[in-house]
Structure formats: C-alpha cells, structure tokens
C-alpha cells in the first residue's frame, strides 16, 4: 500500500528557533500534499495545500510567512515552521495524494512538535 | 472550517458489543471518508462511500450514507479492545481532494 513518512517524528525546539518537518510519499508519486494541525484531542485543521512546483495555498487564519511550505519533488513536501513560540507546539500531520487520483490520501504517522 | 460535527464526542463500551458512531455535515459533498486515529499516531483511512451510495462494507465495518439528511454511521460490530482509538469523519465538502474532518469520536473498548 502506499505509504507516506515524516520526519522527525518528535522534535523539541527553544523560542524563536526554526524547525523543518518533511513529508515524503516513499512509493507513490504525490503532485499535492496536505499539512494539518492537531491539538491534544481535537480534530485535524487543514493548514495548506501544497502543490509540487507551485506556491501552497493557505487556509484562512494561517500565516504564511510562518509556516513556510516547500513542495519541491513529486516525493517531498516540507513544513518549516519559522520564529517557534510554545503556542505552535502541536501534532502536524501530512498527507498525500497520489497523482491524478483526487479520492485518495495517504496519511503521514505526524510529527509532534514541543516549544519550550 | 471544521463542517462535520461527530456524536458521540466520546463512546465507552465492552468487548463484543456493537460500536456506532454518526457523523453529521453542512455543505454537498462528494464522498465521506472514515478514518482512525490510535492515540498519538497519524490516520489510517478506513472506507470511503460516494454520494449515489447508501451504505458500505468492510469487514467488521459498515458505514451509511444518508444525504438527504446530511449525515453517515461508522458501525463496528463485534468490537475488539484493539479498535480503541479516534474515529473521524471527513468531507472534500466539493473542494476537489481537500478534507474537512469532524470532530471525532473517543472510541474505548473495554475488555
């Protein structure tokens, strides 16, 4: 089946550091990838879009400038999450989406982020 | 935004017993999905039921699809302490392949 990784699968970062957090597709090629926002038992929010070798699409509310999105390859999708404060501490998942095939996503095993 | 509203938000029951869970949305859609969560881990898609579909099997699952009502049931029959998780609903909510997920419901299965 397919499979997508993340990576670091934990990380802890101090105030005002930078962390990058990457999505790869490991046997599928992904033209679009998804970034998503977790809280302590909540729902999943939609952060991004992020299409290969184009600018992502931000949901409203979600600061670009922050959260930096590269989708360089058709296998590798990153999030850097830039100036961390400890409110940006939180699960982030990322999905992908096989070429031409728009029902399916392949979910990320997330990425939890501490800022201390 | 967050459209699919999951009930119950919680569910605690014991080995054997039947697990249902519903899962209500706003706007059209052209399919929902169903997906666990174990805790702390990412989702691993469980069944997918198209708009013109009413209901679904998999295995132990069975989801409707009600749109008239805007809404779906994830049923588990049979439960196993190993279907304790997080299960969500989710839309594309006509946005092409973007999701829009419920709430979720807290799944523990006692054994």
């Known amino acids: 089946g397919a499979v997508v990784s993340q990576h670091p699968s934990r990380v802890i970062c101090k105030s005002g550091t930078s962390v990058k957090i990457e999505c790869r597709s490991l046997?599928?090629?992904?033209?679009?990838m998804f970034w998503y926002r977790q809280f302590p038992k909540k729902s999943l929010m939609l952060m991004a879009t992020?299409?290969?070798?184009?600018?992502?699409?931000?949901e409203q509310g979600v600061e670009k400038d922050k959260f930096l999105i590269n989708h360089a390859s058709l296998t590798l999708s990153t999030l850097t999450v830039t100036s961390a404060h400890p409110e940006d501490s939180s699960f982030y998942i990322c999905?992908?989406?096989?070429?031409?095939?728009?029902?399916?996503?392949?979910f990320g095993p997330g990425t939890r982020l501490t800022v201390t | 935004s967050q459209q699919g509203e999951e009930d119950p938000q919680a569910l605690s029951i014991q080995e054997g017993e039947n697990a249902t869970m519903n899962c209500s949305y706003k706007t059209s859609i052209n399919n929902l999905q169903w997906y666990r969560q174990n805790s702390g881990r990412g989702l691993v898609h469980l069944i997918l039921?198209?708009?013109?579909?009413r209901e679904k099997h998999s295995g132990r699952l069975r989801v409707t699809l009600d749109t008239s009502k805007k809404s779906s049931s994830l049923l588990i029959t049979a439960s196993r302490a190993a279907d304790t998780a997080s299960y969500f609903c989710a839309t594309d909510a006509g946005y092409g392949n973007k999701l829009v997920f419920g709430a979720g419901t807290i799944l523990r299965v006692k054994s």
């Open positions: 999905s992908a989406s096989p070429s031409g095939i728009l029902d399916e996503q392949y």
């Open positions: 046997d599928f090629q992904a033209t679009t």
């Open positions: 992020s299409n290969e070798g184009s600018k992502a699409t931000y």
């Open positions: 039921i198209r708009s013109n579909e």
